[in-house]
């Protein structure tokens, strides 16, 4: 396949495209040459090509397919072909274009279309003793694959093009048709745009690491590089998948499902998700839902888990230290049917440095463009279409100097209310409660249990609950935060079971942490931070029974 009348898109043309692939090749790997081949199965064509030391290979250099190296990467195009030596491998040592470049070390890769056909090949070759490791391996993949893509766009922007010219009887239908098709275009052309300069950034921490990677015997030390390069490979792997369902939102092939389903656990599910990530960087997650885990929506349940958990990824991403805080309310101010989800998501950062936040984020009335944003971030580009998808929106507000807060928006039906569960809390109220925990942002469990009408005694200090005690305050249950500062939630608890022998204790722990099996014959209930509300309305049900 040529390089001419290919239709304007994404580049000018395939050879553009060629070229991007190789000049951020050449960027990574160390290795002489590069080049980008394409065929028509008569004929191999040089459509770019790199050499760093030695000219092995000319950009726009023609060879008969069947004697080139790159018809045996197309055998199988299931997998890459690698040859270490050309001069002793049994496919490549009688070739004549062996004879002309001498003993060499080869790898090509197939690029393929959607369809499975091949288009051509991706290739790398230098001297026998070359070693290519793992990670620019995935990298050199990962470009056939992302060109591959890039290559069906373009044949797709030429055939909306042929069906605009095929009829004047159509005229109408076809301009309205060529319109939609340019405004495809051009959302598209910002989605690569986005795809390109968000990838360059794991590619950086693979080319900045790849030569630590390269020593005989690896030290301990080094382990720390490996983990951040294969880090860089998942954001690379995470970024193509997300390019894909971007294009699959933007082109109105994605449908939204209306079926009945529990809201809080969605929200609640999807946050879990990303707890352990939260806490390995020593950030403290949040939830508070002000809404009962009995309500049922009807809505789409898998678009607004995905939805929120780009929204989180992000929050996540831009806190280096703090705390995320999700909350959550229905609107009340709908109707008996009609309901608005109120999603909020705090995190303690900022979503660029100061000097980009001036230049690309803030309009000339100097207001966040929540667009601008958006369009930094492919996830985010994804949570926005889902939200318009499900006739929803998402805002973006600056809270301050390193608070920042996403506002979500999204319409839904009221459906029911689960009897047992509302039976439950129905049974709960007047029920004293005494709460300790230190001040933190976990603000769930205290507005939960006032909720469900319960009276609550919130304390951060010991000696402010024996005092109520002492004074004539006898709850029916206590609620005990691990992360108690004053007194130690241990001796605390040891101390009440003395006051009170057959008061039932829940003790709340921070997520991944681990109870001795001692102390946890000591409690009732151990519960989990952030606390799921269902799982707080069963222990509370089981112990007060």
């Known amino acids: 396949m040529g390089t001419t009348g290919v239709a304007k898109g994404f580049y000018e043309?395939?050879?553009?495209?060629?070229?991007?692939?190789v000049d951020v090749l050449s960027g990574i790997l160390q290795v002489n040459t590069i080049f980008v081949a394409s065929n028509d199965g008569m004929t191999n064509v040089i459509l770019e090509a790199f050499n760093r030391h030695e000219q092995l290979v000319t950009k726009g250099s023609e060879l008969p397919f069947e004697t080139s190296y790159c018809s045996l990467v197309l055998q199988d195009?299931?997998?890459?072909?690698?040859?270490?030596?050309?001069?002793?491998?049994?496919?490549?040592?009688s070739m004549d274009v062996t004879n002309g470049l001498g003993s060499r070390f080869f790898i090509g890769v197939p690029i393929l279309r959607r369809s499975g056909d091949a288009f051509g090949t991706i290739c790398l070759m230098d001297n026998p003793d070359y070693q290519?490791?793992?990670?620019?391996m995935k990298t050199l993949k990962a470009m056939a694959v992302f060109l591959g893509y890039v290559i069906d766009l373009e044949d797709s922007l030429l055939v909306q093009e042929q069906k605009l010219s095929d009829t004047e009887q159509l005229k109408a239908q076809l301009q309205a048709e060529k319109e939609r098709a340019e405004s495809e275009a051009m959302t598209k052309t910002q989605m690569l745009a986005l795809m390109s300069h968000e990838i360059r950034n794991p590619l950086n921490g693979i080319l900045g690491l790849t030569d630590l990677m390269r020593t005989p015997d690896m030290p301990e030390e080094h382990l720390e590089y490996v983990n951040m390069i294969e880090t860089s490979g998942n954001i690379l792997l995470s970024l193509l998948n997300n390019m894909m369902n971007f294009n699959i939102n933007d082109t109105g092939k994605t449908v939204v499902h209306d079926d009945p389903f529990d809201l809080v656990s969605t929200i609640e599910n999807t946050v879990y998700l990303h707890v352990g990530q939260a806490i390995s960087k020593g950030i403290e997650v949040g939830l508070n839902l002000e809404m009962n885990v009995s309500q049922v929506f009807v809505g789409d349940e898998i678009k607004i888990g995905q939805l929120l958990a780009h929204v989180l990824q992000y929050a996540i991403?831009?806190?280096?230290?703090?705390s995320v805080l999700i909350t959550a309310v229905v609107d009340e101010e709908s109707t008996d049917n009609q309901a608005v989800?109120?999603?909020?998501?705090?995190?303690?950062?900022?979503?660029?440095?100061?000097?980009?936040?001036?230049?690309?984020?803030h309009t000339s009335d100097g207001n966040i463009s929540t667009q601008r944003i958006v369009?930094?971030?492919?996830?985010?580009?994804?949570?926005q279409n889902l939200a318009i998808l499900m006739n929803g929106s998402i805002q973006i507000n600056s809270l301050g100097e390193d608070e920042t807060e996403f506002q979500i928006r999204l319409p839904l039906l009221r459906h029911w209310e689960l009897p047992q569960l509302t039976s439950i809390q129905q049974r709960l109220k007047g029920t004293k409660v005494l709460l300790a925990k230190d001040p933190d942002i976990l603000q769930g469990v205290s507005s939960l249990m006032r909720r469900w009408k319960m009276d609550v005694h919130m304390t951060s200090g010991s000696a402010e609950a024996y005092s109520w005690m002492e004074d004539g305050f006898s709850p029916d249950v206590a609620v005990i935060d691990m992360g108690l500062v004053e007194g130690g939630a241990v001796d605390f608890v040891h101390n009440l079971k003395t006051r009170a022998h057959a008061l039932p204790i829940i003790v709340l722990v921070?997520?991944?942490?681990?109870?001795?099996?001692?102390?946890?014959?000591?409690f009732d209930a151990v519960l989990t931070k952030p606390v799921r509300q269902a799982d707080l309305?069963?222990?509370?049900s089981v112990i007060l029974h």
């Open 375 to 383: 369009g930094t971030n492919l996830g985010l580009a994804v949570s």
């Open 317 to 322: 991403d831009y806190t280096r230290t703090g």
């Open 77 to 93: 195009k299931s997998s890459e072909l690698t040859i270490k030596d050309t001069a002793e491998h049994p496919l490549t040592r």
């Open 341 to 361: 989800l109120l999603l909020n998501v705090k995190y303690s950062g900022k979503m660029l440095p100061a000097d980009k936040m001036r230049q690309v984020l």
């Open 132 to 136: 290519l490791n793992e990670t620019d």
């Open 13 to 21: 043309n395939i050879q553009e495209a060629a070229t991007h692939i």
């Open 537 to 540: 309305l069963n222990a509370l």
């Open 510 to 522: 921070p997520y991944g942490m681990h109870i001795n099996p001692q102390e946890a014959e000591v």
